[in-house]
């Protein structure tokens, strides 16, 4: 699923099955499609979400910021190392 197209997931009621089969199949397609992640994405705080998927949220944006500064610090001494030496 690319990352600005809405989803559109879709089950339909086969012959035969039951609610309960229908409606794991589709959760499963969500699940698939990344469907949960998107709607508990950031910026969507309004929305109840499990703690666990908080939890993964909140270390994968404290990583990402980590990697940026640690970018930021490599730029600013590779500098430093080239102005010094000239």
Known sequence: MSKNRPSLVSVVLRKGESQQSLLKRFLKKCKK??????IFKKGNTRRHCK????????RQEAERRRRAEEI???????KREYSGNS
């Open 33 to 38: 499609d990344n469907v949960l992640e998107e």
């Open 51 to 58: 703690k666990s998927i908080k939890e993964r949220m909140k």
């Open 72 to 78: 930021k610090l490599n730029k600013r001494s590779r």
